[in-house]
């Protein structure tokens, strides 16, 4: 299976997610946030460093509760605004 390459605002909004979990993260190490989350160290180091800036959606649920994040807090501060949208609203992928 071939992935389609990622557009410029997916890995901004990856980078942005790395960000955001990182301060989140604080003075906690990296291992025990993870293990508190059930996903491995090097997983999370991936998605703060952006080397994987589309997790999986029950990845990114886990570490934003071990970190005392809401979604909507995550997905409002990812968000990368587009022209073709309207403000707050993520794109809708056409059938």
Do not use: N, Y
Request: net charge neutral; hydrophobic share 40%.
């Amino acid at each position: 299976m071939v992935r389609t390459p990622l557009t410029p605002e997916e890995r901004e909004r990856g980078e942005r997610l790395g960000r955001l979990l990182r301060e989140a993260r604080g003075a906690r190490s990296m291992p025990e946030v993870a293990a508190g989350a059930g996903v491995s160290a090097e997983t999370l180091r991936k998605i703060e460093t952006g080397r994987a800036p589309t997790p999986a959606f029950f990845t990114v649920a886990a570490l934003a509760r071990e970190l005392g994040l809401s979604l909507d807090d995550l997905l409002s501060s990812c968000h990368v605004p587009d022209t073709d949208t309207a403000p707050g609203k993520l794109p809708v992928a056409a059938a």
